[in-house]
């Protein structure tokens, strides 16, 4: 009777336990980080993860930019991110400010700056990252904000 009790007892945790991996909690947000920028004099990055704004489970990327050339790199740290860019080969294209965003791998984008003297009006764009994790769905909104003169984005 005991051998019975053991072996059901030891059943019922094995069971649980195998229950409980496949139903971990899945983070319904998307931290990132910064993992490289060509120049912080010419690229001021600022990343808010799990903002407290009107959109629950989202977070904010702001990009400045001047007028030089340069590469920004981020990285999703807790997701694949699940989602096709607008544009072919997972990327998107502003031709008016003259910037690319291309996905590099499964949780890693770069957002490369051509050089642009042209001493056109500042401009901004707003690119929208949508992970969808089964669960839910959470966003990062992303703000680029572009200088084309001699202007510096830390002044």
Known sequence: MKLKI??????????????????????????????????????????????????????VIYIEANYREGDVVLMCSNHDI?????????????PEMGFSLTSVNHNTLKIHFEENTSDEPEKSDQITITNSNGDGVCNTFLFINRTFGETNPTE
Request: proline share 4%; with cysteine.
């Open 6 to 59: 053991c072996s059901l007892l030891l059943i019922l945790s094995i069971v649980t336990s195998l229950y409980s991996c496949t139903n971990e909690p899945v983070e319904d947000y998307m931290d990132w980080e910064l993992v490289s920028v060509s120049d912080s004099e010419d690229f001021k990055v600022t990343i808010q993860n799990r903002t407290a704004t009107s959109f629950p489970n989202s977070s």
């Open 82 to 94: 699940n989602f096709t860019l607008v544009g072919p080969n997972d990327s998107y294209t502003n």
